[in-house]
């Protein structure tokens, strides 16, 4: 090439080359902004190679050699280069190369956006391992240095940084993990802007909670809601300097207009009412110790849950169903959703918070309930509750059979429990179908190795509580004959008669889902209302503490200030 074509050439390829300067990216055809005021302008070294005077054939070669090289660290990556004889993917001279170098540095430098961690991807680390190219091997190291940045980051956008079940071995979630290979073979055929954007989740959910971010962001940049209220309760009628510092935090909320009362009044109670209703709390207007404890949480807590937020919902990236089930275990709820609406809920109540019995986090698909169903006691339940009671006394839980393994019932009379331990007791139990049974009237049944279902339960009195968290793990409904109605609707003319004919004959009757329902036990204290307004719950098992920990150790930060 003579040099009035090279010089040509280099003033071309400085026209078009990516620069990055006062955080602005200047594209052919293209503009993006970034947060950053660092001079990226090395972008420039893809073209060096072009330009010195080693002969084409072993400028390639070099570079293909040391593509090979670099990714056989990586199989995934190795395979993709092979796929396409080693061709670049990031550092060629075309528009294409330069649109997917621009977005996957807008992409990482931005990734924070997204509350995921900046320094996971060292944006600056890559311009350095850029701007240093000097040969066709450097640019070969560059180009999957670029590829492993980029399925790290695709990879973490759409179904999390995080493994669920490493945080908490009750999140038994399957991550709907993508075919690394396809992230580069999707990128190679697809327009840069428009895969980089098509990433994330695309649910509402996801949507709403990123502006969630960006607005307690701002409030925590601005100092929180102030001081907290220095007292476990409060009612109406009280009065003195707890009284205001409550008044104040609630205005400081947006739950209570500009007010100079010193006295717990109505229109405080109004707002404590209001407040509890978005919190998921009894709506009674007294502040009592739960509601007081979420009146006082930090706006940078609040924040945390909704990273943690952002990060399930990545884990939750797939598709979940026309019509499904969605049980809240912090929000102690029980929807049935058709067509991304609430068509049904109901209260819950779920797994106690004692080493055993937290309810797990996982997906399924319902199949059918039972009508009238018998309670076959689970072993855990038969060894270490039961079988000790019937050590003691041969007549103890009579409203419970025993039975061997033919299902004969056994006389309490002539068997010697003591001689059993938990591990050779030979026995089963059940307890018959009545209104006495722990299952209630009806289960509803997804079957799974967690053995956890949703059933009615005698024990109304429960979901009169803030924190219903009772259970030995399994789902107990508030109205469960209406949620059971909801679900023959789609099958029956008259699902409420049908079904209380069933029930009506005190038989146990399983009744098959014409259509099987996907079920979703998920664990969210930052949820988006029908409004699309965001509100907060308790974080009860301690899960998204865990969460929030391991995010904050992958190098998350919430920014602002503590307040």
């Not at 989740?201 to 102030?226: F, T």
């Not at 099958?491 to 004919?501: C, S, V």
Request: charged share 25%; glycine share 6%; net charge positive.
């Amino acid at each position: 090439m003579n040099r009035q074509a090279l010089g040509n050439l280099r003033t071309l390829e400085e026209q078009k080359v990516t620069v990055f300067k006062f955080g602005v990216f200047q594209m052919t055809g293209d503009s993006i902004l970034p947060r950053f005021g660092v001079v990226f302008s090395a972008i420039a070294f893809v073209f060096i190679s072009f330009f010195t005077p080693t002969p084409a054939s072993a400028q390639v070669t070099a570079f293909k050699q040391a593509v090979a090289e670099a990714a056989a660290r990586d199989e995934d990556i190795a395979a993709f280069y092979r796929s396409t004889n080693y061709a670049p993917l990031w550092t060629g001279p075309s528009d294409q190369h330069r649109a997917r170098r621009a977005q996957l540095m807008a992409a990482i430098s931005t990734a924070d956006d997204h509350g995921l961690s900046i320094a996971r991807y060292d944006p600056q680390g890559l311009m350095g391992t850029l701007s240093a190219v000097q040969s066709p091997r450097d640019r070969g190291f560059a180009e999957v240095e670029m590829s492993r940045v980029f399925l790290q980051y695709a990879r973490d956008i759409q179904t999390g940084m995080l493994i669920p079940n490493r945080v908490d071995s009750r999140i038994v979630r399957d991550v709907p993990y993508r075919d690394r290979t396809a992230y580069l073979t999707g990128l190679a055929e697809a327009k840069p802007a428009a895969f980089f954007r098509a990433l994330p989740p695309r649910s509402l959910e996801y949507n709403a909670l990123l502006k969630e971010k960006i607005a307690m962001q701002r409030l925590l940049d601005a100092g929180g809601w102030g001081p907290t209220v220095p007292a476990k309760s409060l009612e109406p009628g009280d009065s003195g300097t707890a009284v205001i510092a409550l008044r104040n935090r609630l205005m400081a909320m947006d739950y209570l207009g500009r007010s100079n009362t010193q006295t717990y009044d109505k229109a405080i109670t109004d707002a404590v009412h209001e407040f509890q209703v978005a919190h998921g709390l009894n709506a009674d207007g007294v502040a009592g110790a739960a509601t007081m404890a979420q009146i006082n949480t930090t706006v940078a807590k609040r924040l945390q849950s909704v990273f943690v937020a952002l990060e399930r919902e990545r884990w939750f990236n797939t598709e979940r169903g026309k019509r499904h089930i969605l049980v809240n275990i912090p929000d102690f709820t029980a929807k049935v959703v058709d067509d991304g609406k609430v068509t049904f809920q109901t209260r819950s109540v779920v797994g106690a918070r004692t080493e055993d019995r937290p309810t797990p986090e996982f997906s399924d698909v319902m199949e059918h309930m039972v009508i009238n169903p018998s309670w076959y006691v689970p072993r855990s339940i038969v060894t270490k509750e039961y079988l000790p009671a019937l050590r003691r006394n041969p007549n103890a839980v009579r409203h419970i059979q025993i039975t061997d393994r033919r299902g004969r019932v056994v006389n309490r009379g002539a068997a010697n429990f003591s001689k059993y331990s938990a591990r050779n007791f030979p026995y089963a139990m059940r307890q018959p179908p009545g209104p006495r049974n722990a299952l209630g009237l009806v289960k509803f049944m997804f079957p799974n190795k967690h053995n956890i279902y949703l059933h009615d339960t005698p024990q109304k009195s429960l979901f009169s509580r803030d924190v219903r968290a009772f259970s030995h793990g399994c789902v107990r409904l508030n109205d469960p004959f209406d949620f059971a109605y909801t679900l023959l609707a789609a099958q029956e003319d008259d699902p409420k008669g049908y079904f209380q004919r069933v029930l009506k004959s005190g038989r146990e009757t399983k009744v098959l889902l014409d259509q099987p329902v996907p079920v979703h036990i998920i664990y969210r204290t930052a949820v988006t209302n029908a409004r699309g307004h965001t509100e907060y719950r308790a974080d009860i098992y301690g899960r998204d503490a865990r969460i929030w920990d391991a995010l904050s150790k992958a190098g998350v930060v919430l920014g602002g200030v503590q307040g």
